[in-house]
């Protein structure tokens, strides 16, 4: 096909760090499913032999924070619930995204009211946002590309506290 | 055969004749109004009579009229296995003594419907045995369902974690 092709003629290929980590990062992003209302069953749908979110390496959910790069917040968020979204959310190791999924995430939705949060963007850092309420899971595939692309955008030593191994040049004498 | 409006205005009149009972019918529904210092004694009654049996609570809640003379009412929605009957009590309760005597020691099951009232109107319960708030944080301090409490909340008054 494409690279074992390329690989039997020489053995290895070169590239750039950056762009390996970058390439592994993106289409290996496992989701925290941070299921808090009906948008939840979407994202479940997402994920299920018909739309099938493992076809962009994202099949992972894990249900721990502490192994997950993307939070994918689907729901309504109230003022007692931010807490535990925020505490989980500083559970998960770096690099981490957020999708706020669906319309009560992103502003609040149809509540408007002194107990929904208006929008999660008031507390955490969200990098894609999605529309519909609740959104189909072609619509939360959609955000996921366009975060992969934006995974890929981000030079991997931009996260200066990931320590990344020191490469020695060999030399052939 | 009596209907269930004569019934209870009988039994209730024969049971408590020094109480006022103001009962009405709108669509087949009962709703009496007396006063609220006689709110368990009547409760009990309807629970424990061998002909009423409104053995089930289904509802507490309250009413904010706003520019009534007496602001609230609480409103108790009873219901009788029995009979298949359904009766709605009510009892009228000022801002100046906004309290009323707590029933869960006949239902149990009032025990958190009168929290939840008390979490969204303030209205307070004497001899309850946990008055606590029921849905917004414990260090929260309007009671939201109020029609002075404005729709967006009061800004800053429930925390956000940091950014």
Redesign the interface.
């Known amino acids: 096909m494409g690279l074992e092709a390329k690989l039997t003629q020489d053995g290895f290929f070169t590239t750039k760090i950056d762009a390996i980590i970058e390439w592994s990062r993106k289409n290996s992003v496992w989701p925290m499913p941070m299921g808090i209302s009906c948008c939840a069953i979407e994202m479940m749908a997402a994920g299920d032999p018909k739309y099938d979110i493992a076809r962009f390496g994202s099949e992972v959910m894990r249900f721990t924070p502490r192994q997950c790069d993307l939070m994918i917040v689907a729901g309504t968020v109230t003022?007692?619930m931010?807490?535990v979204?925020?505490?989980i959310y500083d559970q998960m190791p770096d690099p981490k995204w957020v999708i706020a999924m669906g319309a009560c995430t992103s502003s609040g939705g149809m509540y408007?009211?002194?107990?929904v949060?208006q929008g999660i963007d008031?507390?955490?850092?969200v990098d894609v946002y999605v529309a519909g309420c609740p959104p189909r899971p072609d619509n939360l595939l959609n955000a996921l590309i366009q975060l992969q692309e934006k995974i890929g955008r981000t030079k991997a030593r931009e996260f200066g506290d990931i320590k990344l191994p020191e490469l020695t040049v060999i030399q052939n004498n | 055969m009596a209907t269930l409006k004569e019934n209870i205005s009988f039994k209730l009149k024969e049971k408590f004749p020094e109480i006022n009972f103001e009962i009405s019918e709108f669509r087949e529904e009962v709703t009496i109004l007396f006063n609220k210092k006689n709110i368990v004694e009547v409760c009990h009654f309807l629970k424990e009579d061998e002909e009423l049996q409104y053995k089930l609570c289904e509802d507490i809640t309250a009413i904010d009229w706003a520019k009534r003379g007496d602001r609230y009412s609480v409103v108790y929605h009873i219901f009788s296995l029995k009979n298949n009957t359904r009766l709605a009590l009510k009892v009228n309760v000022d801002e100046s003594d906004c309290s009323v005597d707590s029933v869960s020691s006949i239902w149990r099951t009032a025990n958190w419907h009168e929290r939840e009232t008390y979490d969204m109107y303030g209205i307070t319960f004497n001899n309850h045995p946990d008055l606590r708030r029921m849905y917004m944080p414990e260090e929260f301090e309007y009671y939201p369902l109020k029609k002075d409490f404005p729709l967006l909340g009061i800004p800053g008054s429930l925390p956000l974690p940091k950014k």
């Open positions: 003022y007692k931010s807490h979204v925020r505490k408007r009211s002194y107990s949060v008031q507390f955490l850092p």
